[in-house]
């Protein structure tokens, strides 16, 4: 198990309601594999520094969780398949520090 770190960009049109069970949804993943969650931190509604598909804001959420590698991989893969998230972006915080 590793610690990871998901920054997730949801489109802004997307509900305040729908975040954060759309989030738990995809969380459900890592943690129906052993995985923990160990923090979800939810910016709110932010201006983006360019574009994407159009769209200046997005909701932004951060993750923190330990999790084997395969099984964030599988939720990554997830949440790049729903059309409501604009970009996700998976870092190991050991590597990058």
Do not use: C, F
């Not at 997730?8 to 969380?27: A, N």
């Not at 995985?35 to 909701?59: C, M, Q």
Request: aromatic fraction near 6%; charge should be negative; hydrophobic fraction near 35%.
């Amino acid at each position: 198990m590793r610690k990871y770190e998901v920054m997730v960009l949801i489109d802004p049109d997307t509900d305040d309601r729908q975040v954060t069970p759309m989030i738990d949804k995809h969380l459900e993943t890592i943690t129906n594999e052993g995985g923990t969650v160990d923090n979800v931190d939810h910016w709110g509604k932010r201006k983006l520094a360019y574009e994407i598909n159009k769209k200046s804001e997005a909701y932004y959420a951060v993750i923190s969780l330990t999790a084997a590698p395969a099984s964030v991989q599988e939720m990554d893969r997830l949440m790049t398949i729903n059309e409501q998230i604009m970009r996700t972006k998976v870092l190991r915080p050991d590597l990058h520090a």
